[in-house]
């Protein structure tokens, strides 16, 4: 594999993770406004 | 307190990312770059196997002391351990597909890790196939204790029996000892506490969303 396309890889990866990681916080906050309306 | 965690795992996440890639060296062995999906694959089966352990030890706990928010931790940690489970079967795959040439190979891991999903998929349908919750509950709960000896067979011990598996040596050799260069193992335990921790984020958002769903259902108490 070409250091280009690890690069691309390596940088599609940490750009997924942090996705993930914002979605997960977005959505801790959401249950946490539910938990205190219910 | 909370804050300071979740960026923790952010930052180790990363870590082990940037660790996988560019600073553990290629597994010997292998073919081109396909050793560096060992730093994701082996987490995640590690993550799937804590989550449906995580789910028997609940169960256990529902069982003894009929608390509802047992038998919702243990369903939440079925549904974890399935997702983390076919995130290693898929990774698992992929890195076949390079040293096996094909994606699927009937090796004693992947039969093995396929019963293990096929068992947990099961406790889902048997979840959602009983009206009555308190039978719901009770039974399920029983199958994932039964769920307590089975997970750790078809994970550590089914696969060992076959001795024509091609799956590399596990992480921890015959001998007892890590079998690998000391960076791939410094990344690889990286990615065990990122997995678990990541599977009880997860399982913490996936009980309180359970619970507010719960509430919410519940028929509204009498006014005197």
Same mark, same amino acid.
């Given at each position: 594999?070409?250091?280009?396309?690890?690069?691309?890889?390596?940088? *599609?990866?940490?750009?997924?993770? =942090?996705?993930? %990681?914002?979605?997960?916080?977005?959505?801790?906050?959401?249950?946490?406004?539910?938990?205190?309306?219910? | 307190?909370?804050?300071?965690?979740?960026?923790?795992?952010?930052?180790?996440?990363?870590?082990?990312?940037?660790?996988?890639?560019?600073?553990?060296?290629?597994?010997?062995?292998?073919?081109? !770059?396909? &050793?560096?999906?060992?730093?994701?694959?082996?987490?995640?089966?590690?993550?799937?196997?804590?989550?449906?352990?995580?789910?028997?030890?609940?169960? *256990?706990?529902?069982?003894?002391?009929?608390?509802?928010?047992?038998?919702?931790?243990?369903?939440?940690?079925?549904?974890?351990?399935?997702? %983390?489970?076919?995130?290693?079967?898929?990774?698992?795959?992929?890195?076949?597909?390079?040293?096996?040439? =094909? %994606?699927?190979?009937?090796?004693?891991?992947?039969? &093995?890790?396929?019963?293990?999903?096929?068992?947990?998929?099961?406790?889902?349908?048997?979840? &959602?196939?009983?009206?009555?919750?308190?039978?719901?509950?009770?039974? #399920?709960?029983?199958?994932?204790?039964?769920?307590?000896?089975?997970?750790? %067979?078809?994970?550590?011990?089914?696969?060992?029996?076959?001795? #024509?598996?091609? !799956?590399?040596?596990?992480?921890?050799?015959?001998?007892?000892?890590?079998?690998?260069? &000391?960076?791939?193992?410094?990344?690889?335990?990286?990615?065990?506490?990122?997995? #678990?921790?990541?599977?009880?984020?997860?399982?913490?958002?996936?009980?309180?969303?359970?619970?507010?769903?719960?509430?919410?259902?519940?028929?509204?108490?009498? *006014?005197?």
């Amino acid at each position: 594999m070409e250091t280009g396309t690890l690069t691309w890889v390596l940088a *599609v990866n940490l750009v997924i993770w =942090a996705g993930i %990681f914002l979605f997960l916080v977005r959505l801790d906050r959401k249950v946490r406004e539910l938990e205190k309306k219910s | 307190m909370r804050k300071i965690l979740q960026l923790a795992l952010l930052v180790l996440g990363w870590l082990v990312i940037l660790g996988g890639f560019l600073w553990a060296p290629l597994g010997k062995g292998f073919l081109g !770059h396909s &050793s560096r999906i060992l730093f994701f694959h082996v987490p995640m089966a590690w993550a799937s196997f804590i989550a449906f352990i995580a789910a028997g030890v609940w169960s *256990v706990r529902y069982l003894i002391g009929r608390d509802e928010e047992h038998d919702r931790s243990a369903a939440v940690a079925v549904e974890l351990g399935l997702l %983390f489970g076919v995130l290693a079967t898929v990774t698992g795959a992929m890195w076949a597909r390079t040293m096996w040439g =094909a %994606f699927w190979n009937w090796d004693p891991r992947q039969v &093995s890790i396929a019963f293990a999903l096929l068992f947990y998929a099961a406790y889902l349908a048997l979840r &959602s196939s009983i009206p009555d919750e308190e039978a719901r509950r009770r039974l #399920t709960a029983s199958y994932a204790v039964l769920g307590l000896a089975i997970a750790p %067979f078809l994970f550590f011990i089914a696969p060992r029996m076959v001795p #024509t598996s091609l !799956h590399p040596e596990p992480v921890i050799n015959a001998q007892g000892k890590p079998a690998m260069e &000391s960076r791939m193992l410094m990344v690889l335990i990286g990615g065990f506490v990122w997995a #678990t921790a990541l599977f009880f984020w997860l399982h913490d958002l996936g009980r309180r969303c359970a619970r507010v769903v719960a509430r919410r259902e519940a028929p509204p108490l009498p *006014v005197e």
